[in-house]
T-cell receptor
Framework: DAKTTQPTSMDCAEGRAANLPCNHS???????VYWYRQIHSQGPQYIIH???NNETNEMASLIITEDRKSSTLILPHATLRDTAVYYC????????????FGDGTTLTVKP | EAQVTQNPRYLITVTGKKLTVTCSQN?????MSWYRQDPGLGLRQIYY???????DKGDVPEGYKVSRKEKRNFPLILESPSPNQTSLYFC????????????????FGAGTRLSVL
C-alpha cells in the first residue's frame, strides 16, 4: 500500500466546513483513496472513496488532485458529532490484502 | 443487517493462557482482516485472509495465529498471550480485499478490548 501522510490534529468551528488533507504521493494507478473515521474507540466507519474524480455523498465530499498525489475530505457543515479521528488510506490491486492505516487526523469540532 | 461481529467485546486474561477472539461476517465477503490499535496510534494489520484457506501476515503478526476454514469466520488465536498484546482489536471484512481492482469498502466490527495481566 502507498503510505499516506495526514496532519496530527485540526480544529473546526461548528457549522463551518472542515477540510482534512491527505498526501499519498506514491499511489499506484489502480489504487483508490478511502476515508474512514473512528469515534472514540468504536470500529472505524467508512465515509467516502474515489479513484480520480471528485466524489460526493450524504456525508462528505472528496477532492482528489489531478496528479492523484493528494486529496482533501470536506465535511461541509461540521457538527460536534463529527469530532473523531479521520483516516485516509489507499488500497487496490498493487498490494491486495495489505491495509495500512496511519495515525490519522484528530478533528475537534468546537461550539 | 450487514455486520461484522466480534466476541468477546472485553476480555481480561493472564499471561500464557490461550485465548481465541471470534469474528464473523454475514455479507459473503471473501476478504477478512485483523487489526490492533494501541493508545494514540492508528490501526496496525495483524493478519488477513483473501479467501477460505488463504491467509497472510500483516505488519505485526508475531504472537498471533489465524485460520479461515469457512468464509464467514476468521478467528484470532493467541497461543500464549503476553502483556504486550494488551490492546484493542478490530476485525474487518470486504468483498475482495482490493484484488479485483474495483472499489472495496472495509466494514469493521465493534472491537475487542483485551487485557493480559
Amino acid at each position: 500500500d502507498a503510505k499516506t501522510t495526514q496532519p496530527t490534529s485540526m480544529d473546526c468551528a461548528e457549522g463551518r466546513a472542515a477540510n482534512l488533507p491527505c498526501n499519498h504521493s506514491t499511489i499506484s494507478g489502480n489504487e483508490y483513496v478511502y476515508w474512514y473515521r473512528q469515534i472514540h474507540s468504536q470500529g472505524p466507519q467508512y465515509i467516502i472513496h474515489g479513484l480520480k474524480n471528485n466524489e460526493t455523498n450524504e456525508m462528505a465530499s472528496l477532492i482528489i488532485t489531478e496528479d492523484r498525489k493528494s486529496s482533501t475530505l470536506i465535511l461541509p457543515h461540521a457538527t460536534l458529532r463529527d469530532t473523531a479521528v479521520y483516516y485516509c488510506i489507499v488500497r487496490g490491486r498493487t498490494n491486495a490484502g495489505k491495509s495500512t492505516f496511519g495515525d490519522g487526523t484528530t478533528l475537534t469540532v468546537k461550539p | 443487517e450487514a455486520q461484522v461481529t466480534q466476541n468477546p467485546r472485553y476480555l481480561i486474561t493472564v499471561t500464557g493462557k490461550k485465548l481465541t477472539v471470534t469474528c464473523s461476517q454475514n455479507m459473503n465477503h471473501e476478504y477478512m482482516s485483523w487489526y490492533r490499535q494501541d493508545p494514540g496510534l492508528g490501526l496496525r494489520q495483524i493478519y488477513y485472509s483473501m479467501n477460505v484457506e488463504v491467509t497472510d501476515k500483516g505488519d505485526v503478526p508475531e504472537g498471533y495465529k489465524v485460520s479461515r476454514k469457512e468464509k464467514r469466520n476468521f478467528p484470532l488465536i493467541l497461543e500464549s498471550p503476553s502483556p504486550n498484546q494488551t490492546s484493542l482489536y478490530f476485525c474487518a471484512s470486504s468483498l475482495f480485499g482490493g484484488r479485483v481492482g474495483d472499489e472495496d469498502i472495509q466494514y469493521f466490527g465493534a472491537g475487542t478490548r483485551l487485557s493480559v495481566l
